[in-house]
């Protein structure tokens, strides 16, 4: 039996290390510390920020939700006038009194969104949309001269850029000012004259002098049954309005049935094109007046084809029909004395339906619209 002493000795002698190998212990000593105190660093670190974490939870509000929705804007009352004059935009009531100026801004065609919330007009950054009240929600660059509200009131289309000997492009922008899309005319298309963008009646498409361009993308298509670029749709889509030289015909939305509904010389569309009333049973125009150097305006009916005339303009005075009250028992007409060089009186007129009350609304100005929601 070995001695205990022996054992003792034998557990007691020195362990014998290859050259180098001590220092290597060392070294893998000192990595296995320094790891350590990195753990060590990263968890007080992570144990710090959930303290500060839970400690803002507490004294911070609730949070907004991240979709909230921003209100739309209230709708202004029906009837409701907006006309540019001076440079300037202003809304007033129907028979232009109490007039407010809201913007700095110039405008042709419409400017009310069919919702009755929005504004588009110009500005010195280009194309602009505003509420009732001209705070500005979007403004951005365009060309061209009208802006064409979509039929839901949520974007807006203007040309890009125009060009009579090139490229020309429209583009379709959010009430944000964003461009959605940007839309190509055919390569070969060059327009006939100062003709902006308008919207189809379902909003799948713009369409320019006939020529009609998809929002999803599908090539161009020809419209079919007329040429004239103001022509107009109705409310519900179904029938279009459109001059035949002389003469106002209508015809369903796809072109057929084509009809003359005015057998005389109506006046130049211009920016309203030719105004349907609000329930789509009527259709104001201007004509001159046989033998004469006035202008007078005058509405047919859809249905029957009988044609009223209700007032009788200035001599040599310019009439354009621009629009119903949202009854639809007056027309807003404008006034424009002058020629290509010189302006020397324009204003805003109304009739009533049945010829009676034909006044003077606004003067300095032809660019001016009913809200006839």
């Known amino acids: 039996m070995p001695r205990i002493a022996d054992a003792l000795e034998r557990e007691s002698q020195t362990v014998d290390l290859e050259q180098g190998g001590f220092e290597r212990l060392l070294a893998r000593r000192e990595r296995k510390q320094r790891n350590r105190r990195i753990r060590e660093g990263v968890l007080a670190v992570i144990v710090a920020l959930a303290t500060g974490i839970i400690l ?14 921003i209100p739309k804007p209230p709708p202004a009352a029906a009837g409701t006038l907006t006309y540019a004059r001076g440079g300037h935009i202003y809304v007033a009531d129907p028979d232009g009194s109490h007039a407010v100026k809201i913007s700095n801004g110039s405008a042709e065609g419409s400017m009310w969104s069919p919702d009755g919330r ?14 009732a009240e001209g705070n500005v929600l979007a403004a951005f660059l365009c060309d061209g001269w009208q802006i064409a509200w979509s039929p839901d009131s949520t974007r807006v289309a203007v040309w890009d850029t125009f060009d009579y000997e090139g490229p020309s492009t429209i583009g379709v922008y959010g009430l944000d000012g964003a461009r959605q899309m940007q839309l190509a005319m055919p390569p070969a298309w060059r327009p006939s004259g100062d003709h902006d963008p308008a919207w189809m009646p379902d909003g799948t498409g713009v369409w320019v002098e006939g020529v009609e361009l998809p929002l999803d993308g ?61 329930a789509g049973d009527r259709i104001a125009f201007t004509a001159p007046v046989p033998g004469s150097h006035s202008m007078e305006v005058g509405f047919v009916d859809v249905a029957t084809g009988q044609v009223r005339m209700l007032a009788e303009g200035d001599p040599d005075a310019e009439l354009q029909a621009i ?9 807003l007409y404008s006034s424009r004395i002058g020629d290509a060089s010189r302006t020397i009186e324009q204003s805003l007129w109304s009739v009533g339906l049945d010829g009676s009350d034909a006044r003077r609304i606004v003067d300095g100005t032809i660019e001016g619209q009913w809200l006839s929601g």
């Open 56 to 69: 803002f939870r507490s004294f911070r509000p609730d949070p907004v939700p991240a979709d909230r929705l």
């Open 118 to 131: 929005y504004l588009a007009y110009r500005s010195a950054k280009g194309c602009g949309i505003s509420n």
């Open 218 to 278: 599908s090539p161009p298509r020809y419209l079919k049954g007329h040429t004239d670029p103001y022509a107009t749709y109705s409310p519900d889509g179904s029938l279009i309005a459109y001059s035949t030289g002389s003469s106002l015909s209508l015809a369903r939305s796809d072109g057929s049935e084509p009809r003359v509904v005015v057998h005389r010389s109506v006046g130049w569309a211009g920016d309203w094109g030719h105004p349907w009333s609000p």
């Open 323 to 331: 629009g119903f009250s949202p009854t639809g028992d007056r027309i």
